[in-house]
């Protein structure tokens, strides 16, 4: 499997009300139920990635493939398989991939590079407002949301919703 048309191509994020998902490289907010559900969506797939997303991982996560896209042809890190561009991660991604599931989970640039090829969208919309240096704009209109799950705050955590969109079918 190696073709874009054959692989289930899944965004993964969390964006505040604002359109922040990033500060100075982290998440600006620190949500346990979000990490659990980003582990449990990405659990078995190839993760594509940026380079400074990876730079931001507390290190190689269990029990995925990181397939990290970069500019840098020269970058490389234990544990990572590295793409200098789109076909080439897609072919990475679709390398030994029985699933066909495809995560990618950041940053912005990456987002807006494979938003074009994705199906699915799984986004974590935080209910709060945050300062940031990375924005992402709410899923257009051609993306319908399909699932959610809504949570309260609790504490300093804010309220969130786990939403699912997927591509909407032109009639």
Not at 145 to 169: C, L, M, N, W
């Amino acid at each position: 499997m190696s073709d874009a048309e054959e692989l289930t191509i899944t965004l993964i994020y969390a964006r505040a009300a604002n359109g922040v998902i990033g500060k100075d490289g982290q998440l600006p907010w620190h949500l346990p139920a979000d990490l659990k559900r980003f582990k449990t969506l990405t659990l078995g797939t190839p993760m594509i990635m940026g380079r400074k997303t990876f730079e931001s991982l507390p290190g190689i996560l269990p029990g995925r493939r990181h397939i990290v896209l970069t500019r840098h042809d020269d970058w490389q890190a234990d544990g990572v398989e590295v793409a200098t561009s789109l076909k080439d991660a897609l072919a990475l991604a679709g390398k030994d991939n029985a699933a066909g599931k495809v995560s990618i989970v950041g940053g912005a640039a990456i987002y807006d590079v494979f938003m074009p090829l994705a199906s699915r969208i799984e986004m974590t919309q935080i209910h709060a407002e945050y300062d940031g240096d990375t924005m992402m704009a709410a899923p257009s209109l051609e993306w319908e949301e399909t699932a959610r799950e809504d949570h309260a705050g609790d504490g300093d955590k804010p309220a969130f919703s786990f939403i699912t969109y997927t591509r909407a079918v032109a009639a």
